[in-house]
């Protein structure tokens, strides 16, 4: 395969399970030193650390809560300490509490926001100064389709989501010049354990609007990021990439 990231230092948050872990996996395939930052990993990541060590990848992971920005911090100064720099940051950590507004609580609201885009803040504050000193860096954001069309039942998503694309635009302004790309990709509906939760009457209510008929692998948003997190994408930075099967064209 194609050494596509070959040698660079990146960071996978929500990296223990679904888009994470496919970020993660393929980002080591195209050559990269992954650490996986997630608050928990399931029982089967151990096993999945052995394959990647026993098949030559390097993989590391760390136990981190992305809402806790001093926990954050010490996370990403151990990280430096001993890789001595931060080439990629995937803020791809995300949870959904959908309920309609009128039945939404408080702590619903609070905690997608906290988790979907405050992580993003204290995740990107932590990477950022460090990129900004040996002037490169590539920032991919996981957004998503309600973020740009909203979602009847997911106002505290849909916004997370909305803001994390404000979010994106604006840290690509600031850092262009030192020579950082910061971009985000919007996945439409994406088969993964975040999704399996729902009906069929809701699954079918999703496919009926993509013109593709089918759901997305986790392994095509992988391809995206990888793509943006490469020195292909040298001259993109500040956009939104949907993978969404023509969902929202």
């Known amino acids: 395969m194609d050494k ?9 948050t929500g ?32 096993s999945f650390v052995e394959e990647i060590k026993k098949s030559g990848g390097s993989i590391d992971y760390k136990v981190l809560d992305v809402t806790n920005f001093e926990m954050t911090q010490k996370t990403f100064e151990e990280i430096i300490s001993h890789y001595k720099r931060i080439d990629i940051l995937v803020n791809n950590a995300g949870i959904t509490r959908d309920k309609l507004l009128l039945r939404m609580m408080e702590d619903d609201w609070d905690s997608v926001i906290n988790v979907n885009l405050k992580g993003a803040f204290n995740t990107t504050k932590a990477a950022v100064k460090y990129m900004a000193s040996q002037k490169y860096g590539k920032i991919i954001n996981i957004s998503s389709v309600v973020g740009l069309m909203g979602n009847a039942g997911q106002s505290n998503y849909s916004a ?23 971009n985000a990709v919007a996945p439409g509906y994406v088969e993964t354990e975040m999704t399996q939760h729902l009906t069929e009457e809701q699954k079918n209510a999703f496919l009926n609007i993509i013109p593709m008929k089918r759901g997305c692998k986790p392994e095509e948003i992988a391809e995206v990021v990888a793509f943006l997190a490469s020195d292909k994408s040298a001259y993109i930075t500040g956009q939104v990439i949907t993978v969404d099967g023509g969902m929202v064209m």
């Open 4 to 12: 596509l990231l070959e040698n660079k230092i990146a960071l996978v």
């Open 15 to 46: 990296g223990g399970r679904g888009i994470g872990r496919a970020l993660v996996k393929l980002f080591i395939d195209y050559g990269a030193k992954v650490i996986a930052l997630d608050k928990v990993f399931p029982e089967d990541f151990n």
């Open 160 to 182: 997370s989501k909305a803001g994390l694309i404000g979010f994106t635009k604006s840290v690509a302004k600031e850092f262009a010049s030192r020579n950082i790309n910061v």
